[in-house]
């Protein structure tokens, strides 16, 4: 399956500082890509900072296509929402955004 970045999805989340990338790339090279990039028809939303460091280092990963899972885009990120709270890598004030615009999304 070929991956295409759709950049609503990848810019829902603050990006990683240069130091948590370089943590990430650095564990990822001794490792490997522990785990699976997440994808819907396509697109990544879980996963853009391991694909690129992926595609940098021409290493192999495995992908867990979610288009069954998921009819709308709106479907998508409330589960992209949901994920991204469930760790424990996000600080306070993104933790916030993310839950404010979680709210927004799911009180339609």
């Known amino acids: 399956m070929s991956?295409?970045?759709n950049t609503k999805f990848q810019q829902l989340l603050p990006p990683l500082?240069?130091?948590e990338y370089e943590v990430l790339e650095a564990s990822?090279?001794?490792r490997g890509i522990e785990e699976p990039i997440q994808a819907w028809k396509g697109q990544i939303i879980d996963g853009h900072n391991r694909n690129e460091i992926a595609q940098k280092h021409s290493l192999d990963f495995?992908?867990?296509d979610r288009s069954a899972e998921f009819e709308t885009e709106d479907?998508?990120?409330e589960w992209i929402y949901e994920h991204?709270?469930?760790r424990r890598n996000l600080h306070d004030n993104a933790r916030t955004e993310i839950i404010g615009r979680y709210y927004?999304?799911?009180k339609a």
């Open 104 to 106: 927004e999304l799911t």
């Open 75 to 77: 479907q998508v990120l």
């Open 84 to 86: 991204q709270l469930g």
């Open 62 to 64: 495995e992908i867990k």
């Open 17 to 19: 500082s240069l130091a």
């Open 3 to 5: 991956l295409q970045i």
């Open 28 to 30: 990822i090279l001794e």
